[in-house]
């Protein structure tokens, strides 16, 4: 959510933040819909301001024996009783309608961020690690298959996007997921969360799933919502509350996600790169304004541990101010090494949100040695995409015989095991 004040007190400047996402001016609507709703609020606080004025009046004059004087008044105040609700609907009205408005608009790009459209134009920040040099590499559904990986089950029990993994190959799954999760808690102090994964209205809302993303969203029966990302989850924990302790806390959980992915029709319709349901490691930070930046910093770079461990070639990439997330204010994307395709594709994204997820779950701060409180800056990222990772280790480990050789840091998850091969 955007902070109103700063609209008001640089339109052009919005509108400047708005140009770079690709956006239309808005700043004179959002600004007529502010006045509407402040209008509306001094309407009710002076009706108010009348009536207690009045009601105090009336009890003065009866004590003066002015009979006429307090009838005359609590008419009056009759009068107000009947009009107050129709201003203060009103007035609810508004503030729904100021509220609706703000929450469509995306986050704005700080200054770092590049101009741009699209992919395109994303900027490589750096790279780590040769990608590997495979004669007549192998895409991962290809090398997967004869290790478990079966998704024509899958497709007769649930349809397209989704699979089973069986026998070696998904204890390799599980064995990532758990390396993940021991990496960011041992090495980089995240607190291990097990989270709800059915979540309400107002915690998608409050990290702006809701409203603009409906369809890319699975919902129940119940009004409840099955989460893309646990960053829902994790960064709801701070919702509606004012901290006092140290910052910044740092969540960590590994679960199921669900995807509809409405906007991917005809992409990467083969494998597990685009799945509706998927295992990740999330990374979840809230902390001040100050620490903000170094905490976007840390975060990518304890994505970055992961692969490097698992000894996988990768880019950092600078995302445009067109193809960042609708919360981001920066983000950087980690794209991995894939022979079978022959490029890096995306396996993390980690976002710097500022206040913009704060606003919308009122999640404050109280400085020390300050006066007041402040909204915490949120940061979320992928520690990674368990199933991307699998399909990086299939693919940059693949070997002639179809075994897959296991890299040295899985290896005591998997019982020791150096390679995986059809049973």
């Known amino acids: 959510m955007h902070d109103i004040r700063f609209i008001r007190e640089n339109p052009a400047a919005f509108d400047a933040g708005l140009a770079r996402r690709g956006l239309e001016p808005l700043s004179a609507t959002i600004l007529e819909a502010d006045a509407q709703a402040r209008s509306a609020q001094t309407s009710v606080d002076t009706m108010l301001a009348t009536r207690n004025a009045a009601s105090k009046q009336i009890g ?12 005359a008044l609590k008419a ?5 009783k009947l009009d107050l609700p129709a201003r203060e609907e009103a007035k609810r009205a508004a503030d729904k309608a100021l509220a609706d408005m703000l929450a469509t608009i995306p986050n704005l790009p700080v200054e770092e961020v590049p101009q741009g459209a699209d992919e395109n134009d994303n ?5 780590w690690g ?5 004669a007549n590499a192998r895409e991962h559904f290809d090398i997967g298959a004869p290790l478990g990986l079966d998704f024509e089950s899958a497709q007769v029990v649930s349809g397209a996007r989704f699979a089973y993994l069986r026998g070696p190959i998904a204890r390799l799954n599980r064995a990532i997921g758990q390396f993940m999760l021991d990496t960011h808690t041992e090495i980089f102090g995240y607190q291990e969360v097990v989270p709800p994964v059915l979540v309400r209205d107002d915690a998608l809302y409050g990290t702006a799933q809701l409203p603009k993303f409906a369809e890319d969203l699975f919902a129940t029966t119940d009004g409840r919502w ?11 924990l701070v919702r509606e509350q004012i901290l006092d302790g140290d910052l910044p806390l740092r969540f960590t959980a590994l679960t199921l996600c669900f995807r509809s992915e409405a906007g991917a029709a005809g992409k990467d319709t083969r494998g597990l790169i685009r799945q509706h349901q998927f295992d990740k490691c999330e990374l979840v930070s809230i902390t001040t304004p100050e620490q903000s ?3 976007h910093e840390r975060m990518t770079g304890a994505a970055e541990h992961i692969l490097q461990s698992l000894g996988l070639p990768y880019r950092r990439m600078l995302l445009c101010s067109g193809d960042m997330g609708f919360s981001a204010r920066k983000t950087y994307d980690l794209e991995v090494w894939l022979p079978g395709q022959g490029k890096y594709r995306e396996i993390s994204s980690c976002s710097n949100c500022g206040d913009f997820q704060a606003r919308r779950m009122n999640a404050r701060y109280r400085p020390a040695g300050e006066k007041g409180t402040k909204f915490v800056h949120t940061l979320n990222g992928s520690g990674l995409a368990v199933g991307r990772t699998l399909v990086a280790i ?3 480990y693949q070997n002639e015989d179809g075994s897959v050789t ?10 020791g095991l150096d390679r995986i091969s059809a049973p």
């Open 293 to 295: 930046n170094d905490e």
């Open 406 to 415: 296991i890299p040295e840091a899985l290896r005591p998850y998997m019982g």
């Open 226 to 236: 099955l989460i893309p990302t646990a960053e829902v989850s994790l960064t709801n």
């Open 60 to 71: 003065a004059l009866m004590g003066k024996g002015d009979k006429e004087g307090a009838a």
């Open 130 to 134: 040769e990608p590997v040099e495979i």
């Open 394 to 396: 299939l693919e940059n």
């Open 123 to 127: 900027a490589e920040v750096a790279r």
């Open 76 to 80: 009056e105040v009759e009068a107000i």
